[in-house]
């Protein structure tokens, strides 16, 4: 095993624009798996966030609380048609304390609103985005109801970015997924050719496979790992850079900042794969030169 360690060390010293070449496709290759990676993770949970929240809410007229009993009566309608997920009913007095709240950096902005001009409302959510149309239609009809807030467009929109970034990413992946295979599947090829005479050599004194083949194999692990080390590096300091920004940008989406553990599975996923493709890559190129 030393002795395929040292003649892999070799081979990568001997060659250096070709390990460059070889590492620095696998690093944008995972590079790319690790922002996609992260881009689906974070996307899923902003759909749920939104898919979770009120999807729809129904504004009352101002500073007039609504009864107990006209609560129960719209939320048994709603209920009858077995779509409704959750129902909550806002107070005056609750939305001046969630205007407060959202506004206290402001003085003046609190100083002109309080209870009495804000309406009480219902918000609601369904156990399906298809059933938003049913609920939003019974909470018109109802008499109280003065205005209408619907969030459909907005979760269905965000559906339809999500799965067009998972197209667009497996894609981009795919494709530098093949190119990565191919230039170290040549790299390793062009040194296999180039030891033909020495392997000949060996087969004749009666070396095993593993140790013509070793070598190869393990140059083709070594550019794996090295480029999803390198790829997983560029990606969470991007992450790391962009997160102060995306903070306030979300806003109440407790997305940021990620859990390092989650990056360091991450980044034992990478290698693995990296090691699997650069493995796999090699072998193909020692295959080939054993067919010859």
Avoid: C
């Avoid at 790319?32 to 939104?50: N, P, T």
């Avoid at 480029?227 to 979300?250: D, E, H, K, N, R």
């Amino acid at each position: 095993m030393a002795q395929t360690l040292n003649t892999t060390a070799k081979h990568i010293r001997r060659s250096p624009y070709q390990v460059l070449a070889a590492s620095l496709t696998l690093t944008l290759t995972f590079f790319a798996v690790s922002v996609f990676g992260l881009l689906m993770a974070g996307s899923y949970v902003i759909l749920r966030y939104f898919e979770k929240a009120p999807q729809v809410i129904a504004f009352f007229e101002r500073g007039k609380d609504i009864s107990e009993t006209e609560q129960a009566r719209i939320k048994e309608r709603l209920e009858a048609t077995g779509k409704l997920a959750s129902f909550k009913y806002v107070s005056t007095k609750e939305a001046e304390a969630i205007y407060k709240e959202k506004n206290k950096k402001d003085p003046l902005l609190l100083e002109l609103v309080d209870s009495k001009i804000l309406p009480p409302s219902v918000e609601i959510s369904a156990t399906e985005i298809a059933a938003l149309s049913q609920l939003r239609s019974i909470l018109e009809e109802q008499p109280l109801v003065k205005d209408i807030v619907f969030y459909e467009d907005i979760v269905n929109t965000l559906s339809t970015w999500v799965r067009n970034l998972r197209v667009i990413g497996l894609g981009v992946i795919t494709f530098l997924w093949l190119l990565s295979t191919l230039i170290v599947t040549m790299i390793v090829g062009m040194r296999v050719k180039t030891k033909k005479a020495e392997i000949e050599i060996l087969r004749l004194l009666g070396a095993n496979s593993w140790f013509i083949q070793g070598p190869f194999l393990l140059e083709g692990m070594f550019y794996g790992a090295t480029g999803a080390l390198l790829g997983w590096l560029g990606a969470y300091i991007l992450l790391l850079y962009a997160t102060p920004f995306l903070v306030s940008w979300l806003s109440d989406i407790q997305l940021l900042p990620v859990d390092p553990l989650l990056m360091l599975a991450l980044l034992g996923i990478e290698l693995i794969l990296g090691v699997i493709v650069g493995a796999f890559s090699s072998w193909l190129a020692v295959k080939r030169f054993i067919q010859i």
